[in-house]
Nanobody, 119 residues
Framework: QVQIVESGGGLVQPGGSLRLSCTASGITFSIYAMGWYRQAPGKQRELVAAITPGGSTNYADSVKGRFTISRDNAKNTVYLQMNSLKPEDTAVYSC?????????????WGQGTQVTVSS
């Protein structure tokens, strides 16, 4: 059974920092691409940051230079370090594990963790 569990969300003041964690079980973590997505009220879900099995990363333009995604394959965990947070970063942040092989896609989601940036 695959489980994707996020943690680390909360309330933070503008300019503050948070680190989100996402731990996966039931999959061979090291061969999955991992991504952090977010969805704000009334908006579509968007990709925030992603990291490949080989460690290549990509970021949404809105978070470049402020957020850093990393992974620890020994702990089956991906992290999102968020610095210089802004009120517009407020959203539910969800973790995704994705693997494509031939014509099959394996795609798993966590339940999400709320991040609120407010004074």
């Amino acid at each position: 059974q695959v489980q994707i569990v996020e943690s680390g969300g909360g309330l933070v003041q503008p300019g503050g920092s948070l680190r989100l964690s996402c731990t996966a079980s039931g999959i061979t973590f090291s061969i999955y691409a991992m991504g952090w997505y977010r969805q704000a009220p009334g908006k579509q879900r968007e990709l925030v940051a992603a990291i490949t099995p080989g460690g290549s990363t990509n970021y949404a333009d809105s978070v470049k230079g402020r957020f850093t995604i990393s992974r620890d394959n020994a702990k089956n965990t991906v992290y999102l370090q968020m610095n210089s947070l802004k009120p517009e970063d407020t959203a539910v942040y969800s973790c995704n594990a994705n693997r494509r092989i031939l014509q099959r896609t394996f795609d798993y989601w966590g339940q999400g963790t709320q991040v609120t940036v407010s004074s």
